[in-house]
């Protein structure tokens, strides 16, 4: 089983309005952090915004909120007032436990394409 | 402020030869890792480092070697490349659990 998924390989949002990325993930631990990456084109990886599962309050960095729902197990990102410059591969990750091992692990990304 | 350095960027092989990818972070991170990404996909874990001295196999390590040679490098080694593994590679470096993962620029790799 896949343990993050992202539904949505593409979307379309107009500038200035705000956008939602989806991400559901599959974990057994009780003890779990959520991350979300942007990687424009030039290929980096830009951490945007993270959330742990003890969390009880939203994350938010900027114009980046994380809908965390916890029983649903989804984990979306919600972009508001989209730039031009937020065209980009989006992907969510996720850190399993409490374990030495930090690594993550992540969806297949989401393309995000803002149209003037 | 550089970061995670990775050298090189590029790289075009020919099935069989050897190379070793380089990676140095200067942040004083315990846990390095690599990944590689495919075309169309998200990056999956090939090595990891938790700390100095360790290293332990991701979900994609066949064909790969790795060795954390001091705290700041962590390098990895195709000894005979297949065209199975041109990919983007990327190396990062984190400290404590909750905080996010600092990647390298990554390196294409071809080959043929």
């Known amino acids: 089983a896949q343990k993050i998924t992202q539904t949505q390989p593409g979307m379309f949002v107009q500038e200035k309005e705000a956008v939602t990325l989806d991400c559901t993930y599959d974990t057994s631990d009780q003890s779990y952090g959520l991350f979300w990456y942007k990687q424009p084109s030039s290929g980096e990886m830009i951490f945007l915004i993270y959330q742990g599962s003890y969390d009880e309050q939203n994350a938010t960095e900027g114009r980046y909120s994380l809908n965390f729902q916890k029983a649903r197990k989804s984990a979306n990102l919600v972009i508001s007032a989209s730039q031009l410059g937020d065209s980009a591969m989006y992907f969510c990750?996720?850190?399993?436990?409490?374990?030495?091992?930090?690594?993550?692990?992540f969806g297949s990304g989401t393309r995000l394409q803002v149209q003037p | 402020n550089a970061g995670v350095t990775q050298t090189p960027k590029f790289q075009v092989l020919k099935t069989g030869q050897s190379m070793t990818l380089q990676c140095a972070q200067d942040m004083n991170h315990n846990s390095m890792y690599w990944y590689r990404q495919d075309p169309g996909m998200g990056l999956r874990l090939i090595y990891y480092s938790a700390s100095e001295g360790t290293t332990d196999k991701g979900e994609v390590p066949n064909g790969y070697n790795v060795s954390r040679l001091n705290k700041r490098e962590f390098s990895l080694r195709l000894e005979s490349a297949a065209p199975s593994q041109t990919s983007v590679y990327f190396c990062?470096?984190?400290?404590?659990?909750?905080?996010?993962?600092?990647f390298g620029d990554g390196t294409r790799l071809s080959i043929l």
């Open positions: 990750a996720m850190r399993e436990g409490d374990t030495g091992r930090r690594a993550l692990t």
């Open positions: 990062a470096s984190s400290e404590y659990r909750d905080q996010p993962q600092h």
